[in-house]
């Protein structure tokens, strides 16, 4: 079968039409073996009621190989608030709604959330080793759950379907504390830089969005579980010196180096 036509694009990977009701997501040749990495986490999470892609198998085509998913039609979440921003308020309670269901299951058999957190710190040559090692212990003091956490959670990574929400890119998924994860969607909702190249009057009103986004996610969130801001916020540091790794811009390094600096020393 040959690749269809192509529909997105990324660091790690390329989507492909796969006939007429999937899609094939082929990974570049850097990326070693992240497809498998992938392929058995996405078949872990398919078997815990979550709504999800579906997941089919490997496939090769003209010498690439990808795995192949259910494709969803709809818009993502942040298109829907980047078209109507007066839903934003609907948008973050159906992302903490979301976030709560997934963080009600367990997950013992996925990787585990601080293991890799320390080994993402642990590779960042932006820290020196003794402000690692300080994050480490850090890390190492936070409570421990099995529960299914996504590990990237955000308004991008949901698609809005006719049938509802459903959450994609299951790659970063890990068995960890439901606190930490939804620390990392604050992460990302408030240092995450926005695409390169958008005018600025359009940079602020989304910056704006999102803050107000982030906020409303939180509420809800905390509400919805039990939680408590501090216990969600005593994530931020590991998660954002993990995140150092990352493929993300020079201006968001700088924010998240900064973070680490005020996390540590404040």
């Not at 694009?9 to 040749?29: C, H, L, M, N």
């Not at 999102?210 to 939180?218: G, I, K």
């Amino acid at each position: 079968m040959k690749l269809g036509k192509r529909i997105g694009q990324g660091y790690t990977a390329e989507v492909f039409e796969w006939g007429s009701d999937k899609i094939i997501k082929v990974f570049r040749p850097h990326t070693g073996d992240l497809m498998e990495y992938e392929w058995r986490i996405s078949r872990q999470v398919a078997g815990l009621g979550l709504p999800m892609p579906a997941v089919y198998g490997i496939e090769e085509a003209e010498g690439k190989r990808g795995i192949v998913y259910e494709r969803v039609a709809g818009p993502t979440l942040t298109q829907v608030i980047a078209a109507k921003p007066w839903r934003i308020v609907q948008a973050a309670w159906q992302l903490a709604a979301l976030h709560t269901e997934m963080h009600r299951r367990e997950a013992p058999g996925l990787p585990k959330q601080k293991d890799v957190l320390e080994r993402r710190i642990r590779e960042t040559s932006l820290l020196s080793e003794e402000t690692k090692e300080r994050i480490v212990d850090r890390l190492n003091r936070l409570p421990e759950e099995v529960r299914l956490c996504h590990g990237d959670l955000h308004p991008e990574n949901m698609m809005m379907t006719a049938q509802g929400p459903v959450i994609i890119d299951w790659m970063t998924g890990m068995s960890g504390h439901p606190d930490g994860d939804a620390a990392r969607t604050r992460l990302v909702l408030d240092y995450a830089s926005l695409p390169p190249g958008m005018p600025k009057p359009v940079k602020l009103l989304f910056t704006a969005l999102r803050r107000q986004l982030c906020r409303m996610y939180l509420k809800e969130y905390i509400r919805l579980t039990g939680s408590t801001m501090e216990s969600i916020e005593a994530w931020l540091l590991p998660l954002a010196a993990a995140r150092l790794v990352e493929t993300i811009t020079k201006e968001e390094r700088g924010k998240l180096i900064a973070l680490v600096n005020r996390q540590l020393n404040g």
